[in-house]
């Protein structure tokens, strides 16, 4: 069902009309000093009034607040069966938006869920499969963890190296200069290498497991 207003409209709601679309903080402002006059609004004016504010919250990077309300919209609208609204499926881009708050909140395994939850509704939702893909790299399993270690511990070892061959090597011992800095290099090499190579192996993993998972939603999704 597609959201419909009345004809009718109230001064405060008139107000908040003639608030610019992108003045966000002005949104904000004005929901949060007439917020007990906005709860007694008809309906539609008052779903209006909130959805606009949810959404200036998110603009403006207020993800605990947003979280905190982008629920009530979401039920509000599943609650009266509001499926478009403004254009758009309503329940999609705040589903979206929540996962977009956690994200940037790093709480990426919430995240993570709704996407997934999205991409069932929906498996041909490019940006939620692109934004699953961007959540799990951000996710690091413990192999990551352990070899991003190993590689700090390699350039540190080679740090070492380059305070021992200015102090002691070139000044002294001279003839293992040579020595030194193939070690240097070694040392550097092994850590770049290692940071390259699990960080594209990772990528690879989410790429296959990503892919995997909207094959296997799409196909459920042709039988029914």
């Known amino acids: 069902m597609s959201f419909s207003q009345s004809t ?5 709601f008139r107000d908040f ?10 949104i904000i402002h004005f ?22 504010y949810v959404n200036a919250l998110f603009e403006v990077g207020s993800y605990h607040k947003h979280l905190l309300l982008v629920d009530l919209v979401i039920e509000t609208a599943i609650n009266n069966n509001i499926t478009f ?14 996962a977009a708050s956690l994200y940037n909140l790093l709480e990426y395994d919430k995240s993570e869920y709704i996407l997934r939850e999205i991409i069932r509704i929906n498996p041909w939702n490019k940006d939620a499969v692109l934004f699953l ?22 350039f ?9 061959e200015v102090l002691a090597v070139r000044p002294f011992f001279p003839a293992y200069t040579v020595l030194i800095e193939q070690s240097r290099f070694a ?15 990772h990528r690879g ?16 999704k042709e039988a029914v």
């Not at 893909?133 to 390699?154: D, E, F, G, N």
């Open 31 to 52: 929901y949060e000093k007439q917020e007990a006059d906005i709860r007694g609004l008809d309906f539609e004016e008052n779903f209006e009034v909130l959805t606009t």
């Open 187 to 201: 040392l550097f090499g092994m850590g770049g290498l290692l940071l390259v190579g699990v960080t594209l192996i």
């Open 85 to 98: 609204y403004q254009g758009e499926d309503i329940f999609l881009k705040m589903l979206f938006r929540k």
């Open 17 to 26: 009309k003639a608030i610019e679309a992108g003045a966000y903080r002005q």
């Open 156 to 164: 540190l070892m080679a740090a070492v190296v380059i305070a021992v």
């Open 133 to 154: 893909k961007k959540c799990l790299r951000r996710q690091q399993p413990k192999y990551i963890q352990l070899t991003r270690a190993m590689s700090i511990v390699l």
């Open 205 to 220: 993993r989410v790429e296959q497991q990503v892919y995997a998972f909207v094959q296997r939603v799409r196909e459920r």
């Open 8 to 12: 009718y409209q109230s001064k405060i």
